[in-house]
């Protein structure tokens, strides 16, 4: 059940922006900005990037609204396996980083770094590799980096550190069922993740056979319920990812991982160990490898410590307001 659209007053009364800082540069952004609302179910995390337009933005906030104002689907598990996420640093830094993730036993690491190239990944890779032993499993992900022909030469020469998967290699749907043709015989499943989340139709990619696995996050997708209906439609395995979320946005994270009948993968859900400050005391982020599900509630005083300043707040809430607008106009 979903609960309707509330009053755009009753989602501004209780909005708190907070700008955190970031323990590592990544997706080019040292600081990162959320918007938190409170509903009679909790509190819920409204953060689309901020170069987002309204209409995907509102997406967003249709997740956030669900997520604080809607009981959720009940969970099959009380913790969430997570990896670890690897930023684009140099090689000599990945030993630092993954100190920062307890017990993950995934690692995901970005690759195709714009100003980067072929040998910063595989020397990224090797490194991850090195540090993290035989038996963990290695994902990477290009965020769309490359074209069909980049990506087929880079997998080739990462597929010696045997990768469990490589997401979002390529940025459109008929690139990346090229690709998976392509390297058919070489055991690399290819995961979708921007042809998810930012596509007008979700579901595109697995009728055209363009992905094995399905990267799926509640914001973007509109909340739980709407990325449960996707992955059950889409017919593939499914890892449960966050956008830098807060430790707030990351339970609804693990809400979704709870609620999916079959979860094969770790779980993109312990990004708060990116963040050098949070909205939660202790934040959400790994212990023993994993996340507990069930809610997260701000700490006042963390959110009175971080909060954005009064331009950035205005920003927010005149977005929130532009994105009441267009999901009521949606009906
Ligand atoms: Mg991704």
């Known amino acids: 059940m979903t609960a309707p659209l509330p009053p755009l007053a009753e989602i501004l009364d209780t909005v708190r922006v907070v700008s955190l800082p970031m323990g590592t540069r990544f997706r080019g952004i040292d600081r990162r900005e959320a918007a938190l609302v409170e509903g009679p179910e909790g509190w819920a995390e409204f953060s689309p990037f901020p170069e987002y337009d309204d209409a995907e933005a509102a997406t967003w906030l249709a997740a956030a609204v669900d997520f604080a104002w809607s009981p959720q689907p009940p969970p099959h598990r009380a913790s969430v396996p997570v990896n670890a996420t690897m930023p684009a640093v140099a090689a000599g830094r990945v030993a630092e980083v993954l100190a920062r993730f307890d017990g993950c036993r995934t690692v995901k690491v970005k690759v195709a770094e714009r100003g980067q190239g072929l040998a910063d990944d595989i020397a990224r890779v090797r490194a991850v590799r090195e540090a993290a ?3 963990a499993r290695v994902r990477v992900d290009a965020n769309a980096g ?3 022909d980049e990506a087929e030469r880079a997998l080739h020469a990462l597929s ?3 990768l469990e998967y490589a997401e979002q290699p390529c940025a459109s749907v008929d690139e990346l069922a090229e690709l998976r043709r392509r390297l058919r015989d070489w055991d690399i499943p290819i995961a979708a993740d921007e042809s998810v ?3 007008s139709d979700p579901l595109l990619v697995a009728r055209a ?3 094995d696995i399905l990267v799926v996050k509640a914001q973007p997708l509109g909340g739980v319920r709407r990325a449960l209906d996707i992955v059950a439609a889409a017919g593939l395995p499914a890892v449960v990812s966050s956008a830098l979320d807060t430790s707030v946005g990351l339970a609804q994270g693990a809400a979704l991982a709870a609620a999916l009948p079959a979860l094969d993968y770790d779980c993109g859900l312990g990004t708060a160990a990116l963040l050098a400050a949070d909205v939660a005391e202790p934040p959400l982020v790994a212990k023993g490898g994993a996340i507990p599900v069930g809610r997260v509630d701000p700490r006042p005083e963390l959110l009175a410590e971080h909060r954005a300043a009064p331009e950035r707040e205005e920003w ?3 977005r929130i307001a532009r994105c009441h607008a267009a999901l009521g106009a949606r009906g």
């Open 146 to 148: 490359w074209n069909v």
């Open 160 to 162: 010696e550190f045997d």
């Open 209 to 211: 056979e363009a992905a």
């Open 316 to 318: 927010w809430r005149e």
């Open 197 to 199: 989340r930012r596509a």
């Open 133 to 135: 032993g035989p038996e």
